[in-house]
């Protein structure tokens, strides 16, 4: 122990003197601290988990279909279980957090990668859907695809509207059904209204202004029936089954707010059919916009 104390008083000493070698090695020490810091940081920022994005909606909206215009699903019939696929962003649609990066930062390229996780829309599957948004790691968003023609008949209004209703309720849970003062950060939802090529499409707006009615509608009746089949809806927060504030009167995408979550309805055709050309980029900017 003496020997080793003598050897650091040595080398303490040696290394404040004024020689050449201490000189030497000291500049090379404080060369050397930072470019090791730099690797340490660097890799860390290598193991980041990849941004994962839930994919969703009624059967037959496209979904599948947006997929492999950036990835390679296994199949493109009806699923009967989430698959998880490896996109990359288009070129020319800039992540929000490389705005400010250098265009020809090799670190970019990797980091434009996405994970999207394909869900069933099937009726009887959709719990699948559910159990991804809880148990997804890094997720960043919600896309909810919608046929917007199919979106001109009451049944399919209704089944959309149906669906949109209790994954928005899902998420709002989430938020406030946390243990803590703070709910976890809300997540965004992006309602995808494809097929716009189609002659009875409805543009976004009016997708929007329908699927805010149809919910108005379902919120009311299922209020309706809870206080039927006398459950109490005036309890704490965590426990309420209603949708946006109150659960009373007219239901818009913004009540969605109080839970941190941003509804965004943005048109597109993923199905482009001979000549014409898809009509996805709105779709993939604002992917990026959560990146």
């Not at 009746?221 to 209603?242: F, H, M, Q, Y």
Request: charged share 20%; net charge negative.
């Amino acid at each position: 122990m003496a020997v080793d104390m003598d050897t650091a008083r040595e080398w303490l000493t040696w290394s404040f003197s004024p020689t050449i070698g201490a000189m030497v090695f000291t500049l090379l020490l404080s060369l050397s601290l930072p470019i090791l810091f730099h690797l340490f940081l660097y890799r860390q920022r290598a193991a980041v988990v990849v941004p994962s994005f839930v994919l969703l909606g009624p059967s037959g909206a496209g979904k599948t279909t947006l997929l492999t215009l950036r990835g390679t699903p296994t199949a493109t019939h009806t699923s009967q279980a989430p698959q998880t696929v490896t996109c990359t962003l288009p070129t020319g649609i800039t992540v929000e957090s490389h705005k400010y990066r250098a265009s020809d930062d090799p670190s970019t390229k990797k980091e434009r990668q996405i994970e999207v996780t394909d869900t069933p829309g099937h009726g009887k599957l959709r719990q699948h859907a559910y159990d991804t948004i809880t148990a997804a790691a890094s997720l960043k968003g919600l896309i909810f695809v919608v046929d917007a023609a199919a979106l001109s008949s009451p049944q399919g209004l209704s089944e959309a509207a149906t669906y949109l209703h209790d994954t928005l309720l899902v998420l709002q849970k989430r938020h406030t059904g946390a243990k803590s003062s703070k709910g976890p950060a809300g997540i965004p939802v992006l309602i995808a209204a494809n097929k716009l090529d189609l002659f009875t499409a409805l543009p976004a707006q009016l997708v929007k202004k329908r699927l805010e009615d149809e919910i108005t509608k379902i919120r009311s009746t299922r209020a309706k029936g809870l206080l039927d089949s006398a459950v109490d809806i005036e309890g704490d927060d965590e426990d309420r089954e209603w949708l946006g504030e109150g659960g009373e009167g007219d239901f818009n995408f913004g009540q969605m707010k109080e839970a941190e979550i941003e509804v965004s309805v943005l048109g597109g055709n993923a199905s482009a059919k001979g000549d014409e050309k898809t009509q996805v980029d709105a779709w993939w900017t604002w992917i990026a916009q959560q990146m």
